[in-house]
């Protein structure tokens, strides 16, 4: 198999993998008592990364799609770098693992800067998978969020963008796109 490009089996076992690994998870939704299975949000930034490819030319599909299906593997499951090298390799591990925010460090810019320098580290299509994490993130924000933390999500949305619009054109115009919307979910 040609490791830049991805297979359809391949792809349904890593996306088996992941709804394991997040199986019972869930997240609020936008109406209140909502809860959302989490492996949506898996699918969401696959979603964002398989468009991606119709309009990225170059871009190595198999280490972009098999990133985004286990992009939140070791930050929210006992899923391991370890177990992501053993069974997919070094690249894809450490893709993984930079898009991984590391929970020893306490204050969020600094744990935010640290994140999107480990990304930059990375091949773009890493790149690409963190601005099509926050993409999905920009749709309807849960029920109990309050303007502050919109608002600061936002800053976030844009400080992805000015650090990672270099990675991937298309998702960038695309992330652009999504921060100017949710201010419609700003109370005023």
Request: contains cysteine.
């Amino acid at each position: 198999m040609n490791n830049n490009k991805w297979s359809i089996d391949e792809i349904q076992n890593v996306w088996q993998l992941a709804s394991q690994l997040h199986d019972g998870q869930k997240y609020g939704g936008a109406n209140e008592g909502e809860k959302i299975e989490y492996i949506n949000h898996i699918g969401s930034v696959a979603f964002e990364v398989i468009n991606a490819l119709n309009y990225s030319e170059g871009m190595n599909s198999r280490l972009a799609l098999t990133c985004a299906l286990l992009h939140d593997s070791i930050e929210d499951t006992p899923f391991t770098f370890e177990k992501v090298k053993e069974l997919f390799g070094e690249e894809i591990a450490q893709g993984v693992l930079a898009l991984t925010k590391d929970d020893r460090m306490e204050d969020k810019q600094a744990k935010m800067a640290d994140s999107l320098r480990r990304i930059k580290e990375q091949p773009k299509e890493v790149w690409a998978v963190k601005m099509a994490d926050r993409i999905a993130n920009l749709y309807a924000p849960p029920y109990y969020w309050t303007d502050d933390k919109k608002k600061a999500y936002i800053q976030e949305a844009e400080q992805i963008l000015s650090e990672l619009k270099e990675g991937n054109h298309y998702l960038a115009e695309r992330l652009k796109s999504k921060i100017a919307a949710y201010h419609q979910y700003l109370n005023k």
